[in-house]
């Protein structure tokens, strides 16, 4: 059983999920740890993962014991593994390995592998994370004042087990996405991100609107386990302006 489930989101909104046939896809893919960390599944070296969870935010399946799995979602929905302690992504910022089904594309079907990898920090139940709210920077000359007072300090805080980045990363300017994005790479903690509402585009339909973040972050909803915790990450956030 669960001892702690944390929920982080923007906002809450209400609404159905109701699927036509045309905007599901079926997407297939292997979960496997990638032992010589090469990216791509070689079965004599790398490891099929048995039984790891992946969901769409919605379903949640668990995956065969040759780590391949079989998911049918709707286009504009995040596919993800559900990362339970033990396993984390090769990537510093870990959702940005994550995919979105693009809500415009026409493919009735899709492959989707996520290699992972084995980490033993996150067997450990007690852990410290930062938490890191609003830094909402608008310009280059704002990037600046991050970069010399929370990303030095967070440079600095490499005892720490990761980042958590509790949106508004940005503020409505979207070029400054890629820029943090690449300043938290270089972070010794990993990071995981979520989004903001001045992280959005500012279009319409709204299941538009998470398109640019997604592009750099990867998605904008997803779960994770460290230690015993349970993070569910929701963008709940879906503005009519």
Excluded at 66 to 83: A, E
Excluded at 120 to 141: S, Y
Excluded at 142 to 160: C, G, H, K, V
Excluded at 183 to 208: A, C, Q
Aim: hydrophobic share 45%; aromatic share 12%; charged share 20%.
């Amino acid at each position: 059983m669960f001892k702690k489930i944390i929920f982080v989101a923007v906002a809450v909104a209400l609404g159905t999920n109701v699927s036509l046939a045309d905007d599901l896809v079926e997407v297939r893919g292997r979960i496997y740890e990638d032992v010589n960390l090469n990216g791509a599944f070689d079965k004599k070296k790398d490891k099929a993962v048995s039984g790891m969870l992946v969901s769409d935010g919605d379903t949640v399946i668990a995956c065969k014991k040759d780590g391949t799995y079989k998911l049918k979602t709707k286009r504009g929905n995040s596919v993800f593994p559900i990362l339970p302690a033990g396993y984390d992504m090769p990537a510093q910022i870990p959702n940005s390995s994550f995919v979105n089904i693009p809500t415009q594309g026409k493919e009735a079907e899709m492959t989707i592998d996520f290699a992972v990898i084995a980490d033993e920090m996150g067997l450990k139940h007690d852990f410290t994370l930062n938490a890191v709210g609003d830094v909402q920077v608008r310009d280059l000359h704002e990037m600046e004042y991050a970069n010399r007072s929370i990303f030095t300090e967070l440079a600095e805080a490499d005892n720490n087990t990761f980042n958590l980045w509790l949106g508004d990363l940005c503020f409505d300017n979207l070029a400054m996405l890629p820029i943090l994005k690449s300043m938290m790479e270089f972070l010794p903690s990993k990071s995981w991100t979520i989004m903001g509402n001045h992280d959005r585009d500012y279009v319409e339909p709204f299941s538009e609107q998470n398109n640019t973040y997604n592009s750099i972050f990867g998605v904008a909803d997803y779960f994770f386990y460290c230690g015993n915790v349970l993070f569910i990450v929701l963008n709940m956030f879906f503005g009519t302006n």
